[in-house]
């Protein structure tokens, strides 16, 4: 047995299909097909079920492929710990972000980041929590980026900044005499949301109260899945929804008039970049959140109430619960 047979194996389980597994692994299919043969022999399992198409692991095959990447993550680890010795940012990080922040914060960051740190790659999807977790236990994710508190005790968090909401109403809405709102102002029967998955949704369901009114549901006209989605059904259609603080920040001077902030105390979210409890690239992960934080600091006077986390790296994080 050896590193690159467990390689081999987990390029097939990512892309089920021995010949693109081939492809990505930079080998022939015979060679890749032999070398997993040969490492089924040794442990006296079969890793994939070849019947089906696409190909999937068997029963054994699954754990068989979980230790695999734990095996290579410590192996990495060893890599890992010489780069940071040297002093060197270099290497990959795989990154998740909820697509209620990515398309809102990577902008303000990530070219002046690549350009810093060119030896360092970055590989950056788009994920709801669930699937960011699910990526960040079976090491197809680095780390994460979204809102916190998860309450999950294997996930670590570390806090990059706090963001408000605000309420966002058409021209045509009642709400639009109102600088200043209350939960209690907002007509359900007028409220536009994300659809299921979203945090984002869950969060704007508990500031509503809306779980205490049983059949809510009914008052929802339409789900949708993107925060541009919403503000343009506003802007078309009128009614009201809520959205977190960076997503207004480069709204048109007319669009602002439709920005109304919430009485104190004001409803927040946490952003934090989290990793599962083997992460190695602790250093990688620490220079991504301090850029992070330098870029958004200037924005600070766009609200009274957005504020940045410092982070002080000599105490102990924020302990998950």
Excluded at 9 to 17: F, G, S
Excluded at 56 to 77: C, K, M, S
Aim: glycine share 4%; aromatic share 8%; with cysteine.
């Amino acid at each position: 047995m050896n590193l690159q047979q467990l390689e081999y194996i987990l390029a097939v389980d990512q892309y089920r299909h021995f010949a693109k597994a081939a492809d990505h692994c930079h080998v022939t299919q015979p060679t890749l097909s032999m070398m997993i043969n040969k490492l089924e022999d040794e442990l006296g399992v079969l890793i994939f079920d070849r019947s089906r198409h696409p190909v999937v692991p068997t029963q054994d095959g699954t754990e068989i492929l979980n230790q695999a990447r734990r095996v290579l993550a410590e192996a990495n680890r060893m890599k890992q710990i010489v780069t940071d010795f040297n002093g060197e940012v270099r290497g990959e990080l795989k990154l998740g972000v909820i697509p209620t922040v990515a398309p809102f914060l990577l902008p303000l960051f990530l070219n002046d980041f690549l350009q810093q740190y060119p030896n360092l790659k970055l590989s950056i999807s788009e994920y709801t929590t669930e699937i960011i977790v699910e990526k960040l236990k079976n090491g197809e994710l680095d780390a994460g980026i979204l809102a916190t508190p998860l309450h999950i005790e294997s996930i670590k968090e570390i806090p990059i900044y706090n963001e408000e909401f605000l309420v966002y109403a058409g021209g045509k809405e009642d709400l639009i005499r109102k600088k200043y709102v209350i939960p209690k102002d907002i007509d359900l029967k007028r409220l536009w949301l994300l659809e299921e998955g979203h945090c984002l949704r869950s969060q704007i369901i508990n500031l509503c109260e809306l779980k205490k009114q049983g059949n809510y549901m009914a008052n929802l006209n339409y789900e949708v899945g993107s925060i541009d989605t919403l503000k343009r059904l506003v802007d078309s259609n009128n009614g009201i929804t809520i959205l977190p603080e960076l997503a207004v920040i480069d709204f048109p001077e007319e669009s602002r008039k439709g920005i109304h902030y919430f009485e104190p105390p004001v409803p927040v979210r946490e952003i934090s970049i989290v990793t599962y409890r083997q992460f190695v690239k602790q250093r990688l992960v620490e220079i991504l959140r301090s850029e992070i934080s330098k870029k958004i600091k200037p924005l600070v006077g766009q609200s009274e109430s957005f504020r940045i986390i410092e982070i002080n790296p000599s105490t102990p994080d924020k302990k998950s619960v």
